[in-house]
C-alpha cells in the first residue's frame, strides 16, 4: 500500500512562516523513493487545484509557479522518503489545503499538471491571516 502524509500546516499571520513535510510509505516508495518526482499542489475553496512546487528525482531541479517563486523551497530527504515544502512570506491568498503528490514519470513539460501524478495525500490545511 502506497501512502503519503501531509503534516505542518496550520494557521499563520500574513508574513509568516510554515514547513511542510510530506513522509512516503508503502512498497512503491520504500525502495524507490529517490526516483520519483515530488510535488506540492494546493486548492482554495471553488478553486482549481493549482501546482506550488515539484522537484526532480536527484533533486537537481526545481520548478515553482510566479506565485510563489522566491517565497517557497521544496526539499527532499531520500533518506527519510520525505518531502519538505518551507513557505516563507506568506500571504492570505496562499490560504488553501495542500497536498503531496508523487509520480514515477513526468514528462518536462508536464510536470506543473496534476494530471501527470499517481499518488496523492490526504492534504493539509494552511491558513494565513491578514
Known amino acids: 500500500q502506497v501512502q503519503l502524509v501531509e503534516s505542518g500546516g496550520g494557521l499563520v499571520q500574513a508574513g509568516g512562516s510554515l514547513r511542510l513535510s510530506c513522509a512516503a510509505s508503502?512498497?512503491?516508495?520504500?525502495?524507490?523513493?529517490?526516483?520519483?518526482?515530488m510535488a506540492w499542489f494546493r486548492q482554495a475553496p471553488g478553486k482549481e487545484r493549482e501546482f506550488v512546487a515539484a522537484?526532480?528525482?536527484?533533486?537537481?531541479?526545481?520548478y515553482y509557479p510566479n506565485s510563489v517563486k522566491g517565497r517557497f523551497t521544496i526539499s527532499r530527504d531520500n533518506a527519510k522518503n520525505t518531502v519538505y515544502l518551507q513557505m516563507n512570506s506568506l500571504k492570505p491568498e496562499d490560504t488553501a489545503v495542500y497536498y503531496c503528490?508523487?509520480?514515477?514519470?513526468?514528462?518536462?513539460?508536464?510536470?506543473?499538471?496534476?494530471?501527470?501524478?499517481?499518488?496523492w495525500g490526504q492534504g493539509t490545511q494552511v491558513t494565513v491571516s491578514s
Open positions: 503528490a508523487a509520480a514515477r514519470s513526468v514528462p518536462a513539460e508536464g510536470i506543473m499538471s496534476r494530471n501527470h501524478y499517481n499518488y
Open positions: 508503502g512498497s512503491a516508495f520504500s525502495t524507490y523513493f529517490s526516483t520519483y518526482v
Open positions: 522537484i526532480t528525482r536527484s533533486s537537481g531541479g526545481t
